[in-house]
């Protein structure tokens, strides 16, 4: 269990540092009155057509996309961005895991939802900063390497997707909600074990970013170090003297694993890039958290340009409002940590982890009878499918609320606390 375990740690501490960059992008641009009049100005094109409700195809034919966007689409996008942001602000972790699962339980084909998450991670990380001064310690011969690498994952990632949409839609649904139940089952069923471990005496308001991980060198990256297949790249000079050594050709190798998962889930990669720099590449935490964040904002930008716009597998009024949602829901999330014991947060957190979790799972059935795999009964599969959507909006609907109680409930503790999401903050107060 050890194995597992540790790659959960490294998962954990990944997202964390995701997090910490979308809450310093989210508050450079409320603090910016002229990024704030760019996303209005980007947004009131689509708000028009959304009241107006214009039969504008958005997206090729190909990708079947909703044939216009209506007012329901538009405020249920913009819903499921303050979820994902509320997640990521107050847990400070995880956030983006559940946008691509939350946008086909409410009927956004896969592969749309797969595109238009990458594009609003792009779109956020332009709008917000491109390389911060706080990102920590950044290898660029590293980030490069890694980068050009998550090119080569990007266009395969992409194509296995594009692919299998191709020869069936039925079977593509059913291929990104599997890897999903993968994915979200095994990070939900650790969180829930940690909140069940530290819910005596646990007192944090926030998951620790680097309580969780440790930055020592495994034996595998060392014999991973020990391959000599020239260029070597040096790293963590900060760190040990003369800094360690690696072949490009592992980190190229490390960089099309994780653009492949970014382009096929829809996410920028930084949940396997950390673990993967840690455990397998022996490069220190700090270094990993700068080089991490960078080459999120290539991969996204690459993969949900190149694979899925020119394509015509991007919803952009749906992008657009998980942008303007998540911003919320980050400084919301953020404000509510003052006044949240930590403990309830991981419940939270383990909770709508799950409820993603099964909500996809009880999706599969149908998709495998559709497919002629099994033979279930229909209205047995369509019972199953159902009950996973209502578990997981139930779920998301009992946490958001409870979030925003809690906000509404604690304002004149917050009003004590400027430091802290103060635009958002002041804006709700004066109103």
Same mark, same amino acid.
Request: glycine share 14%; hydrophobic share 55%.
């Given at each position: 269990m050890s194995g597992p375990r540790q790659v959960y740690e490294f998962m954990k501490e990944a997202s964390i540092a995701h997090a910490q960059w979308e809450m310093e992008v989210s508050?450079? !641009?409320? =603090?910016?009155?002229?990024?704030?009049?760019?996303?209005? /100005?980007?947004?009131?094109?689509?708000?028009?057509?959304?009241?107006?409700?214009?039969?504008?195809?958005?997206?090729? =034919?190909? @990708? #079947?996309?909703? @044939?216009?966007? $209506? $007012?329901?689409?538009?405020?249920?996008?913009?819903?499921?961005?303050?979820l994902a942001g509320l997640i990521t602000g107050c847990i400070g972790a995880g956030g983006g895991f559940i946008i691509t699962p939350a946008l086909m339980a409410v009927g956004v084909k896969g592969i749309l939802a797969v595109g238009t998450d990458l594009f609003h991670i792009f779109a956020k990380a332009i709008m917000g900063t491109t390389v911060h001064r706080k990102l920590g310690n950044v290898s660029l011969s590293l980030a490069a390497v890694f980068t050009v690498g998550s090119?080569?994952?990007?266009?395969?990632?992409? *194509?296995?997707?594009?692919?299998? #949409?191709?020869?069936?839609?039925v079977l593509s649904n059913a291929f990104i909600s599997l890897v999903y139940s993968l994915l979200l089952g095994f990070l939900g069923f650790y969180a829930l074990y940690d909140f069940l471990k530290n819910r005596k005496g646990a007192q944090s308001t926030k998951i620790d970013a680097h309580a969780s991980a440790n930055a020592g060198t495994t034996g595998l990256a060392m014999k991973i170090q020990n391959i000599n297949i020239p260029p070597m790249l040096t790293f963590d000079e900060d760190f040990v003297p003369?800094?360690?050594?690696?072949? *490009?050709?592992? !980190?190229?190798?490390?960089?099309?694993?994780?653009?492949?998962?970014? /382009?096929?889930?829809?996410?920028?990669?930084?949940?396997?890039?950390?673990?993967?720099?840690?455990?397998?590449?022996?490069?220190?935490?700090?270094? $990993?958290?700068g080089t991490d964040i960078l080459q999120i904002i290539f991969t996204a930008g690459m993969a949900s340009i190149t694979q899925y716009a020119i394509y015509g597998f991007i919803f952009y009024s749906l992008a657009m409002g998980l942008l303007i949602g998540s911003l919320v829901g980050i400084q919301l999330g953020a404000l509510v940590t003052k006044v949240? =014991?930590?403990?309830?947060?991981?419940?939270? #957190? @383990?909770?709508?982890?799950?409820?993603?979790?099964?909500?996809?799972?009880? +999706?599969?059935? @149908? =998709?495998?009878?559709?497919?002629?795999?099994?033979?279930?009964?229909?209205?047995? +599969?369509?019972?199953?499918?159902?009950?996973?959507?209502?578990?997981? *909006?139930?779920?998301v609907g009992i946490f958001g609320l409870w979030l925003f109680v809690k906000f509404i409930t604690n304002l004149d503790v917050l009003r004590q606390q400027p430091e802290v999401g103060d635009v958002l903050l002041k804006s709700v107060i004066e109103s």
């Open positions: 508050t450079s !641009i409320f =603090k910016s009155r002229k990024k704030l009049l760019i996303l209005l /100005a980007l947004c009131l094109p689509i708000l028009v057509v959304a009241i107006a409700g214009a039969d504008n195809m958005l997206g090729s =034919k190909e @990708a #079947y996309a909703p @044939a216009f966007c $209506t $007012t329901p689409i538009l405020v249920m996008s913009i819903l499921v961005g303050v090119f080569v994952g990007v266009f395969v990632g992409g *194509w296995i997707n594009r692919a299998i #949409y191709d020869y069936n839609p003369g800094g360690k050594k690696i072949s *490009w050709t592992m !980190i190229a190798a490390g960089g099309a694993v994780v653009g492949m998962l970014a /382009a096929i889930m829809g996410v920028g990669g930084g949940f396997a890039t950390f673990p993967m720099f840690v455990y397998v590449f022996g490069v220190s935490s700090m270094t $990993t958290v949240v =014991k930590g403990i309830h947060i991981r419940g939270f #957190y @383990a909770t709508v982890i799950l409820a993603g979790f099964f909500n996809r799972v009880a +999706t599969l059935p @149908a =998709k495998m009878g559709q497919l002629g795999v099994v033979n279930f009964p229909k209205p047995v +599969t369509g019972a199953i499918e159902i009950g996973g959507n209502i578990l997981f *909006w139930v779920a």
